[in-house]
């Protein structure tokens, strides 16, 4: 069943992040549909909260209360992916698709949350990611979106079957974000001439980029840093636990 009175449209939210190069535009879609299905499902929200409360090592505070669900929540030297208020106490995730956590990136968000003067009962640091690996700098909580898919899926089958709901989590799994599909023979099989094929083709860039110049250090630095990397995580994507 649908709840009534929702407090903005799920349109103008998915519309909220601007385009730049620095964001990826499908993990802010995902952060502010997740957050919008959050701040108007009361049931969901509240399920939620005791899902993670389930997750960490100590209870948290003030559940009896509905948090407020913040997006692009912008302080002095950062901005937070969405901030669950529980007025004197906040939930903060950091939500990440493929990529990694910049340097110091939570540290960043411990210092507000602990010089934020309103949360005097603390806060929890919480890290979604699309990969275990992305598993990083020490939060609170790290869980997947897999996790999450399955948390709502197990949502949809034992308290309500929500049409949004469900598209939400149909667009997890259309982009990869959902329970790993089992490992088959061909994949196995396929896995090492593949590793090799990445082997052999940083190697042959390398040594193309070396013959053109020294003109051309900059792109040798972006292919080093940026596409070698990503070359690799999709090639181990579905292997990953």
């Known amino acids: 069943m649908e709840d009534t009175g929702l407090s903005d449209s799920l349109f103008s939210a998915l519309r909220k992040y601007p385009k730049s190069q620095e964001l990826d535009p499908i993990e802010n879609f995902i952060t502010e549909g997740f957050a919008w299905l959050l701040r108007n499902k009361q049931v969901l929200a509240r399920d939620f909260v005791d899902y993670l409360n389930q997750k960490l090592p100590e209870p948290l505070p003030l559940t009896h209360l509905l948090p407020e669900w913040k997006t692009q929540h912008t302080f002095l030297g950062g901005q937070i992916d969405m901030l669950a208020d529980f007025g004197q106490f906040a939930l903060i995730f950091e939500h990440k698709i493929w990529t990694y956590l910049s340097p110091g990136q939570l540290e960043k968000y411990r210092k507000y949350a602990e010089n934020n003067l309103r949360f005097s009962q603390g806060y929890k640091l919480i890290l979604i990611t ?112």
Not at 130 to 145: F, I, M, N, S, Y
Not at 181 to 188: D, K, Q, R, T
Not at 206 to 235: A, H, R, T, Y
Not at 236 to 241: K, Q, T
């Open 130 to 241: 699309g990969l275990t690996r992305q598993h990083e700098q020490k939060p609170d909580l790290a869980l997947t979106w897999s996790d999450i898919y399955k948390f709502l899926r197990n949502w949809l089958q034992t308290k309500s079957d929500d049409s949004l709901v469900r598209d939400f989590i149909d667009m997890l799994a259309e982009e990869n974000l959902g329970p790993a599909a089992p490992v088959s023979y061909e994949s196995i099989v396929s896995y090492f001439p593949a590793q090799s094929l990445v082997s052999n083709l940083k190697k042959i860039t390398l040594v193309l980029l070396k013959q053109i110049g020294v003109g051309c250090q900059k792109e040798l630095d972006f292919i080093k840093m940026f596409l070698f990397p990503l070359i690799q995580l999709n090639m181990n994507r579905s292997l990953d636990d």
